[in-house]
T-cell receptor
Framework: NAGVTQTPKFQVLKTGQSMTLQCAQD?????MSWYRQDPGMGLRLIHY???????DQGEVPNGYNVSRSTTEDFPLRLLSAAPSQTSVYFC????????????FGPGTRLTVT | EDQVTQSPEALRLQEGESSSLNCSYT??????LFWYRQDPGKGPEFLFT???AGEEKEKERLKATLTKKESFLHITAPKPEDSATYLC???????????????FGSGTQLTVLP
């Protein structure tokens, strides 16, 4: 198993550009989530999904969209990048939302100039 | 709103010098408390789940304990390879409305010197 994979590993965007961060898992997990990690602020939940076709907002959803058309994939879209979205983004998954023991991907470091 | 506070922010230990990391939490009904380890440039790695006050879990030099207001991660005779950031997270109960998401603390950065 590859576990949770994320692409790209690094990305630089200009303000106003859009892009999609990719996340995939091969463990047949129902639950997937996106976090951002900023210095001194820990991990903050952006969006999550409890299964294909079902998504919901987390703590900091503004400026981001998600969709879950398959069990394996959970892309995160930045609609119009802003410098405040400069961060490290992590995707995570678990068998069910009932489990808090999540598997995390390696992260995407995003810089918005 | 669930809240998690970890202390200290950073901790430097000599190899073999035991210590504890603290995680204080506020949650309306605790479903679970989780400890993760994060190495620089990598994603967090799950360590332990604790469900109720009085519960303890151990793994090698690490032992996690839980009370009704806080959790401790005890590190016994640490080695340099234990150097990492340790994150604590809580999951609220179904009735609290936060059962489907984790709330993380900002972590404790542990450095173990040889």
């Amino acid at each position: 198993n590859a576990g949770v994979t994320q692409t790209p590993k690094f990305q630089v965007l200009k303000t106003g550009q859009s892009m999609t961060l990719q996340c995939a898992q091969d463990m047949n997990h129902e639950y997937m989530s996106w976090y951002r990690q900023d210095p001194g602020m820990g991990l903050r939940l952006i969006h999550y999904s409890v299964g294909a076709g079902i998504t919901d907002q987390g703590e900091v959803p503004n400026g981001y969209n998600v969709s879950r058309s398959t069990t394996e994939d959970f892309p995160l879209r930045l609609l119009s990048a802003a410098p405040s979205q400069t961060s490290v983004y992590f995707c995570a998954s678990s068998y069910s939302w009932r489990e808090g023991s999540q598997y995390f991907g390696p992260g995407t470091r995003l810089t918005v100039t | 709103e669930d809240q998690v506070t970890q202390s200290p922010e950073a901790l430097r230990l000599q190899e073999g010098e035991s210590s504890s990391l603290n995680c204080s939490y506020t949650v309306s009904g605790l479903r679970g408390l989780f400890w993760y380890r994060q190495d620089p440039g990598k994603g967090p790695e799950f360590l332990f789940t604790l469900y109720s006050a009085g519960e303890e879990k151990e793994k090698e030099r690490l032992k996690a304990t839980l009370t009704k207001k806080e959790s401790f991660l005890h590190i016994t005779a640490p080695k340099p390879e234990d150097s990492a950031t340790y994150l604590c997270a809580v999951q609220g109960s179904i009735s609290s409305g936060s059962a489907r998401q984790l709330t993380f603390g900002s972590g404790t950065q542990l450095t173990v010197l040889p």
